[in-house]
């Protein structure tokens, strides 16, 4: 079974360009998360959907950053325009529910987008 | 509000050594706790996972005891091996549902 599918692996913009990155969960996932990752440090949740709902988007700072999961399925985080201080991994993850998977509670991880503004 | 916090690395072994990782949360009401790896190049995983106090998580020789007087859920593996090299985070579900994680303990285990 395929895990969760992340693009692109990296990418590098100068800033005030715009970036995009995509998702394709789980296949059956109804739950998807963004998450930020600084150098050194732990994630950090941006948005959580639940289906094609946002129930949690108070991390998204919605200044500059947008999400969508139109279709409940695959999901795009965008940055316009982009700053030196965005560089970092964007995560995204996906389980069954917001309790995570029914025994473990576990969130399914993709290795991440690398994103390096200059 | 909900955090967590973990010993700062990193953390350089040789093989064969025993390996601790502190790890205290501050929570309101009764939180989940985890422990995620992160091996070079890959994703997270989940490693071990305890729901309430006294739960002791294991997987892979890696144990970690949910203590909830001392708030802490500490990893710990007897024996480690190269292959063990990773980043370690801790991790707590809140009542929200919402994962917080802490900010990573970098373990390099040396031959």
């Known amino acids: 079974e395929a895990g969760v599918v992340q693009s692109p692996r990296y990418k590098i913009i100068e800033k005030k360009q715009p970036v995009a990155f995509w998702c394709n969960p789980i296949s059956g996932h109804n739950t998807l998360y963004w998450y930020l990752q600084n150098l050194g440090q732990g994630p950090e949740l941006l948005i959580r959907?639940?289906?094609?709902?946002?129930?949690?988007d108070s991390q998204l700072p919605k200044d500059r950053f947008s999400a969508e999961r139109l279709k409940g399925v695959d999901s795009t985080l965008k940055i316009q325009p982009a700053e030196l201080g965005d560089s970092a991994v964007y995560l995204c993850a996906s389980s069954l529910s917001l309790l995570g998977e029914p025994n473990t509670g576990e969130l399914f991880f993709g290795e991440g987008s690398r994103l390096t503004v200059l | 509000g909900n955090s967590v916090t973990q010993m700062e690395g990193p953390v350089t072994l040789s093989e064969e050594a025993f390996l601790t990782i502190n790890c205290t949360y501050t929570?309101?009401?009764?939180?989940?706790l985890f422990w995620y790896v992160q091996y070079p190049g890959e994703g997270l995983q989940l490693l071990l996972k305890?729901?309430?106090?006294?739960d002791k998580g294991s997987n892979k020789g890696f144990e970690a005891t949910y203590r909830k007087e001392t708030t802490s859920f500490h990893l710990e593996k007897g024996s480690v091996q190269v292959s063990d090299s990773a980043v370690y985070f801790c991790a707590l579900r809140s009542n929200d549902y919402k994962l917080s994680f802490g900010a990573g303990t970098t373990v390099t285990v040396r031959a």
């Open positions: 929570a309101t009401g009764y939180p989940s």
């Open positions: 959907y639940e289906n094609e709902e946002a129930v949690d």
């Open positions: 305890a729901t309430k106090a006294d």
